[in-house]
């Protein structure tokens, strides 16, 4: 049942090539404005949070510069080897990017871009947030709740997109329900809106394997489903509202082909990048189907994206009434993901190799 680190049996280090720096501007964080700069490889980036004007301005040059990767086997079965997973690390070519101006995609081995990833993307940390939110606040939230509270999100959130995913065997299942072939789930045409909303709300119309097993086993995750539900609601009208300008802001991909992970990598980086809220992108699967195919997973970068949804919903959803802190709000998230993590992991991983990549100094 737990993932994380229980018996080491093997491990190995190696070194980068080049060591990765990332020179970043401490992002200044008080109450809930966000404002960061990077210089990645010469170029200046700057993000500030559109809901609020910049407050603190004093900068600071610091480095994230990893030179060593530690990688640990933790549960042993059948699939991919330690010298496999190193060797897909050795040849890998590590962008560090900010974690609070960057989407995370989902859990899934299909992914052939260098990526953040967490259960259910940011879709699926956002319901977690929502999870928490009514249990802290003793209310269940309503459709239209739901869609104010990401519209802020979409509006105030520092990252660019807002990801989530679904795959061809999911959408297959669903146009074989409709009786109808090459549906565009980008922007369907509105007839089929109503139908098709049911059917991808459903755990056959989902294909994000955390989202998906949530909404099949709500028991298991001790969770009031409806939540949920109308959260993948909501972002699919989002989607399709050409309307609405949020959904500028929705990435949604649909990955193709058929699951082939044969391991599952957990992503850990040392202090120095946490205090700098960065961490290094990792793609799943390098080139064609035939590749070695990891669910690739970032602990240290999801806490990080935790911090900043927890002084959301703190301070901007609850606004600090009812006893609900952002502190308060983070413990619960952190609390709540573990166990989110490990019945989704079990499920998804229970029989995979388990392997833990340090980046460190
Ligand atoms: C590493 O990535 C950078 C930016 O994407 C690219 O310009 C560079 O050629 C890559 N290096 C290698 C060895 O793949
Ligand atoms: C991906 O597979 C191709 C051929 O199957 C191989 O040439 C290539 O080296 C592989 N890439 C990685 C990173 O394993
Ligand atoms: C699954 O991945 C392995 C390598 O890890 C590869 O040899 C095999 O061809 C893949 N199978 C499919 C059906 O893609």
Redesign the pocket.
């Known amino acids: 049942m737990l993932l994380i680190g229980i018996i080491q049996l093997v491990s190995s280090t190696m070194m980068l090539d080049e060591e990765v720096t990332l020179e970043l501007t401490v992002p200044q964080v008080s109450g809930h404005e966000f404002v960061s700069s990077m210089n990645i490889n010469g170029i200046q980036y700057m993000s500030i949070c559109e809901c609020v004007s910049p407050e603190l301005t004093e900068q600071e040059d610091i480095k994230c510069a990893p030179s060593i990767i530690t990688l640990t086997q933790d549960i042993e079965a059948p699939g991919a080897t330690l010298e496999e997973v190193q060797?897909?690390l050795e040849?890998g070519n590590y962008t560090f990017v900010n974690v609070y101006s960057s989407s995370f995609r989902c859990i899934d081995g299909r992914i052939t871009e260098p990526s953040l990833g967490s259960f259910g993307g940011d879709l699926g940390e956002f319901a977690l947030a929502l999870l928490v939110y009514e249990d802290l606040s003793g209310s269940r939230l309503d459709e239209e709740t739901i869609r104010l509270y990401l519209t802020e999100y979409l509006e105030c959130m520092e990252q660019e997109s807002f990801y989530w995913c679904n795959d061809d065997d999911a959408v297959g299942k669903v146009e074989k329900e409709m009786g109808i072939e090459g549906i565009d789930f980008y922007n369907p045409r509105q007839d089929l809106e109503e139908q098709l909303l049911e059917l991808l709300m459903h755990p056959d119309g989902i294909g994000d394997l955390h989202i998906k097993n949530m909404l099949k086993y709500p028991d298991k995750y001790s969770i009031r489903k409806e939540a949920v539900e109308l959260l993948v609601k909501v972002f699919y009208k989002i989607l399709w509202n050409e309307e609405d300008s949020m959904r500028e802001e929705l990435y949604f991909e649909i990955y193709p082909g058929s699951h082939n992970e044969t391991g599952f990598l957990e992503v850990r980086t040392m202090e120095d990048c946490f205090v700098l809220e960065a961490a290094p992108l990792v793609v799943p699967r390098?080139?064609?189907k035939?590749?070695?195919s990891l669910f690739v997973h970032h602990l240290d970068a999801v806490n990080i994206k935790r911090t900043q949804l927890s002084l959301f919903f703190g301070e901007k959803i609850a606004k600090n009434q009812d006893g609900i802190t952002a502190d308060k709000f983070l413990s619960r998230m952190k609390h709540h993901g573990i166990m989110f993590m490990d019945v989704t992991g079990s499920i998804i991983a229970g029989n995979i190799p388990f392997f833990t990549a340090n980046f460190e100094n």
Do not use: H, P, Q
Request: net charge negative; hydrophobic share 10%.
């Open positions: 060797e897909k040849t390098e080139g064609d035939d590749n070695l």
